[in-house]
């Protein structure tokens, strides 16, 4: 037995040896300790909170483009460009919320700060508003102000539009700016839980032990060590006032070739002059080789994130346009039940994750295993690329999907007639739903793992926030092309590419204006995949 003092010392517990997690703290800075179940207590927390603020954030972001376009009265175009910022900014945001949990606050505090952001709107006018049955429905996590927002539009918008009309008239300039209001506050919250609350689960993973990888442990990086961004900071500014100098002598890349990182690396030597001290000589006091390794490390990743902009402009389709495409044609299954058009990403792309996930780690591992003697069957950039060549089929096929549905409102007739049923079944678009989905098991999984396994210890938040981004910048680049083409296609009584009677616009043109850029990011991304050096070892 051994006694181990609690961060305040105010108690003693004890303890045998092997309950004691070696180099691991709680949130409080005391030894982590193993449950006597073999598991540990806080999973069920960590996967619950992830688990209700996800089906709350696609339960309302799956039907904003119909909400947008339909009770805002908003054009298709202005729609889309609009949705595409939001889903923008709720990518990026989690860039601020990682940086202020790795340097001031700690995952732990970001993600109950985030959570009593979304819970406190929730309570606060849930205690106001007559309407107490309709909170019950909204969630954990809230979103009462979008819901207040939509019973404000609802009732104020209330118009049945003919089959040749495009909608209602919009609600007042004041409900539009509320709902906006509380969209954002909404992308807020989002933002400081997102990066921390993945990170913080998957610091629950003992890397040094290799059966405490497939449990879950408590441990909390601590807050208390020097802060990352200044070394980074430092050794960019070092670098860069040595700029006339040489750079120290090179080491031997064997390592490097055979695709590890070693503990000093011959990338990016420029960096290496942060290492220098005035008379020419090495100088570890303001710059330490591992903080220029891990600034290089972040270097490393830049070619990779922009290469992957092509698939996340792809991604933000499906909550988009493919929506509004859905709206359009037939969607019966049966004679009497038909499914609702922002349903679709719920049928097609969730069962297909959720199927593609379990053939992937059953099926696909293993075989690929048999056949590289790699324990995860392939490379996590290699499971990357496989994602970009899936995305950009899937939108291949989207277009000559749209292709066939605009022939066959001509055929029928219905070119002028924008709220009629184009007679094409719901399973034609089966194909461009289940291909994004599949693309997103190997890519969206793959980028996860990779930005969380290619940053520094202390930079774990900031890495996952920096695989959101690509989404983040890739939905406002949608949103940047939608506007702009619609303008520039839309002139000289043009009804333009997005054009508010889908039956006159030609989302063809813009699926495989898609295509062509997701094509150029793969072409880089395989360029960057063959000379790029891991920070581990390719096969872990």
């Given at each position: 037995?051994?006694?181990?003092?609690?961060?305040?010392?105010?108690?003693?517990?004890?303890?045998?040896?092997?309950?004691?997690?070696?180099?691991?703290?709680?949130?409080?800075?005391?030894?982590?300790v193993?449950?006597?179940?073999?598991?540990?207590?806080?999973?069920?927390?960590?996967?619950?909170?992830?688990?209700?603020?996800?089906?709350?954030?696609?339960?309302?972001?799956?039907?904003?483009?119909?909400?947008?376009?339909?009770?805002?009265g908003?054009?298709?175009?202005?729609a889309?460009?609009?949705?595409?910022?939001?889903?923008?900014?709720?990518?990026?945001?989690?860039?601020?919320?990682?940086?202020l949990?790795?340097?001031?606050?700690?995952?732990?505090?970001?993600?109950?700060?985030?959570?009593?952001?979304?819970?406190?709107?929730?309570?606060?006018?849930?205690?106001?508003?007559?309407?107490?049955?309709?909170?019950?429905?909204?969630?954990?996590?809230g979103?009462?102000?979008?819901?207040?927002?939509?019973?404000?539009?609802?009732?104020?918008?209330?118009?049945k539009?003919?089959?040749?009309?495009?909608?209602?008239?919009?609600?007042?300039?004041?409900?539009?700016?509320?709902?906006?209001?509380?969209?954002?506050?909404?992308?807020?919250?989002?933002?400081?839980?997102?990066?921390?609350?993945?990170?913080?689960?998957?610091?629950?993973?003992?890397?040094e032990?290799?059966?405490?990888?497939?449990?879950?442990?408590?441990?909390?990086?601590?807050?208390?060590?020097?802060?990352?961004?200044l070394?980074i900071?430092?050794?960019?500014?070092?670098?860069?006032?040595?700029?006339?100098?040489?750079?120290?002598?090179?080491?031997?890349?064997?390592?490097?070739?055979?695709?590890i990182?070693?503990?000093?690396?011959?990338?990016?030597?420029?960096?290496?002059?942060?290492?220098?001290?005035?008379?020419?000589?090495?100088?570890?006091?303001?710059?330490?080789?591992?903080?220029?390794?891990?600034?290089?490390?972040?270097?490393?990743?830049?070619?990779?994130?922009?290469?992957?902009?092509?698939?996340?402009?792809?991604?933000?389709?499906?909550?988009?346009?493919?929506?509004?495409?859905?709206?359009?044609?037939?969607?019966?299954?049966?004679?009497?039940?038909?499914?609702?058009?922002?349903?679709?990403q719920?049928?097609?792309?969730?069962?297909?994750?959720?199927?593609?996930?379990?053939?992937?780690?059953?099926?696909?591992?293993?075989?690929?295993?048999?056949?590289?003697?790699?324990?995860?069957?392939?490379?996590?950039?290699?499971?990357?690329?496989?994602?970009?060549?899936?995305?950009?089929?899937?939108?291949?096929?989207?277009?000559?999907?749209?292709?066939?549905?605009?022939?066959?409102?001509?055929?029928?007739?219905l070119?002028?007639?924008p709220?009629?049923?184009?007679?094409?079944?719901?399973?034609?678009?089966?194909?461009?739903?289940?291909?994004?989905?599949?693309?997103d098991?190997?890519?969206?999984?793959?980028?996860?793992?990779?930005?969380?396994d290619?940053?520094?210890?202390?930079?774990?938040?900031?890495?996952?926030?920096?695989?959101?981004?690509?989404?983040?910048?890739?939905?406002?680049?949608?949103?940047?092309?939608?506007?702009?083409?619609?303008?520039?296609?839309?002139?000289?009584?043009q009804?333009?590419?997005?054009?508010?009677?889908?039956?006159?616009?030609?989302?063809?043109?813009?699926?495989?204006?898609?295509?062509?850029?997701?094509?150029?990011?793969?072409?880089?991304?395989v360029?960057?995949?063959?000379?790029?050096?891991?920070?581990?070892?390719?096969?872990?």
């Amino acid at each position: 037995m051994s006694s181990i003092a609690t961060g305040d010392e105010a108690e003693i517990r004890l303890l045998n040896d092997e309950d004691v997690v070696p180099g691991s703290v709680d949130f409080k800075g005391r030894p982590a300790v193993r449950p006597k179940t073999g598991c540990w207590k806080s999973s069920p927390f960590i996967i619950g909170g992830g688990v209700a603020e996800r089906l709350s954030y696609y339960g309302i972001s799956s039907n904003l483009v119909s909400y947008l376009s339909g009770a805002l009265g908003q054009p298709t175009a202005t729609a889309a460009a609009e949705l595409n910022a939001w889903f923008g900014a709720s990518s990026l945001l989690p860039i601020l919320g990682g940086f202020l949990a790795d340097s001031f606050t700690g995952r732990f505090r970001m993600i109950i700060l985030s959570c009593l952001l979304y819970i406190s709107y929730l309570l606060v006018h849930k205690a106001k508003l007559p309407y107490s049955g309709i909170w019950d429905n909204v969630g954990v996590q809230g979103l009462s102000f979008l819901t207040l927002s939509a019973l404000l539009s609802s009732s104020s918008s209330r118009c049945k539009p003919a089959a040749n009309t495009l909608g209602c008239s919009p609600p007042d300039q004041f409900q539009i700016l509320f709902f906006f209001f509380s969209l954002y506050l909404v992308a807020i919250a989002q933002g400081g839980l997102t990066p921390c609350l993945q990170a913080f689960g998957a610091d629950q993973f003992e890397d040094e032990d290799e059966y405490e990888l497939r449990l879950i442990d408590f441990r909390v990086n601590s807050t208390h060590v020097k802060n990352p961004f200044l070394r980074i900071y430092r050794v960019f500014i070092k670098a860069a006032k040595n700029w006339k100098a040489a750079a120290p002598v090179a080491i031997s890349t064997e390592e490097e070739a055979q695709g590890i990182l070693p503990q000093k690396s011959a990338q990016f030597r420029f960096l290496d002059k942060a290492l220098l001290a005035p008379d020419g000589s090495i100088n570890e006091k303001t710059c330490s080789v591992a903080d220029v390794e891990d600034a290089k490390s972040l270097l490393r990743l830049a070619p990779i994130w922009f290469a992957c902009l092509g698939y996340s402009i792809i991604y933000a389709q499906p909550s988009t346009l493919f929506t509004k495409q859905a709206a359009t044609i037939d969607r019966h299954i049966t004679g009497g039940f038909q499914l609702p058009a922002a349903s679709l990403q719920q049928c097609f792309i969730s069962v297909t994750i959720t199927v593609s996930l379990v053939l992937y780690d059953r099926v696909f591992v293993p075989v690929a295993r048999a056949i590289t003697n790699k324990p995860s069957g392939i490379s996590k950039l290699q499971r990357i690329g496989t994602g970009l060549f899936l995305s950009s089929t899937s939108i291949v096929i989207a277009a000559f999907v749209e292709r066939k549905r605009l022939a066959l409102a001509s055929e029928y007739g219905l070119v002028d007639m924008p709220n009629a049923t184009i007679p094409m079944g719901v399973w034609w678009l089966a194909p461009q739903y289940v291909l994004s989905a599949a693309s997103d098991v190997f890519a969206m999984v793959g980028l996860q793992e990779f930005f969380y396994d290619e940053v520094p210890s202390e930079l774990k938040s900031i890495g996952l926030a920096m695989y959101l981004s690509i989404f983040g910048v890739g939905s406002l680049l949608s949103s940047f092309l939608v506007s702009s083409i619609q303008k520039l296609t839309s002139g000289k009584g043009q009804d333009g590419w997005f054009a508010n009677n889908l039956n006159r616009a030609h989302l063809d043109y813009f699926y495989l204006l898609l295509a062509g850029i997701s094509a150029a990011g793969f072409a880089v991304f395989v360029c960057v995949n063959r000379s790029y050096v891991y920070r581990r070892r390719i096969n872990i």
